[in-house]
């Protein structure tokens, strides 16, 4: 099934396509523009699915989205996309930590990530949270950065793989 919709005047544009894959919305206005689009088959996080890991669906969508916020004054890119594995949450956490390290440094977080630094430079630091039984994997930069999330699920595991850039 396919629908598409639009709505334009001379000072913004709103345009949604509803497709079998996913949806795409783009809203265009003088202040800027948002795009998102939804069911992002393999993310283009950069980093690699976890061998025998399948997309997550919630109500048959894939749980993954690639959407970007741009303006004269700001930009910023999320793409994420959610996984679940039936091996242990060690075992894809280890996976994760490894593949990261091309990209440099890694913080590993089992509670809130932060960032701290100069401009331009803001590293990732962790507020650890003990009782947290989710783990997160951090690297790069606040303006470029690449977050893995894992979390038990039942005897296998959940996660996410995110990669943010933004621009001021």
């Given at each position: 099934?396919?629908?598409?919709?639009?709505?334009?005047?001379?000072?913004?544009?709103?345009?949604?396509?509803?497709?079998?894959?996913?949806?795409?919305?783009?809203?265009?206005?003088?202040?800027?523009?948002?795009s998102?689009?939804?069911?992002?088959?393999?993310?283009?996080?950069?980093?690699?699915?976890?061998?025998?890991?399948?997309?997550?669906?919630?109500?048959?969508?894939?749980?993954?989205?690639?959407?970007?916020?741009?303006?004269?004054?700001?930009?910023?890119?999320?793409?994420?996309?959610?996984?679940?594995?039936?091996?242990?949450q060690?075992?894809?956490?280890?996976?994760?930590?490894?593949?990261?390290?091309?990209?440099?440094?890694v913080?590993?977080?089992?509670?809130?990530?932060?960032?701290?630094?100069?401009?331009?430079?803001?590293?990732?630091?962790?507020?650890?949270?003990?009782?947290?039984?989710?783990?997160?994997?951090?690297?790069?930069?606040?303006?470029?950065?690449?977050?893995?999330?894992?979390?038990?699920?039942?005897?296998g595991?959940?996660?996410?793989?995110?990669?943010?850039?933004?621009?001021?």
């Open positions: 099934e396919y629908r598409r919709v639009s709505a334009f005047n001379r000072y913004c544009g709103i345009d949604v396509h509803e497709a079998e894959r996913g949806k795409n919305v783009d809203i265009r206005s003088p202040l800027g523009s948002v998102v689009r939804t069911g992002v088959e393999n993310s283009d996080t950069g980093l690699p699915v976890y061998p025998g890991a399948q997309p997550l669906r919630e109500h048959g969508d894939p749980e993954s989205a690639n959407v970007n916020v741009a303006s004269r004054w700001f930009g910023v890119k999320v793409i994420a996309a959610k996984y679940a594995s039936e091996d242990a060690d075992r894809v956490v280890d996976f994760y930590r490894r593949e990261m390290k091309t990209f440099g440094a913080t590993e977080c089992r509670g809130e990530v932060d960032f701290r630094g100069g401009p331009g430079a803001r590293r990732a630091v962790c507020k650890e949270r003990p009782s947290s039984s989710d783990v997160q994997l951090v690297t790069g930069t606040e303006e470029r950065q690449r977050v893995v999330a894992v979390k038990p699920r039942g005897a595991s959940e996660f996410s793989l995110v990669y943010v850039t933004t621009r001021s």
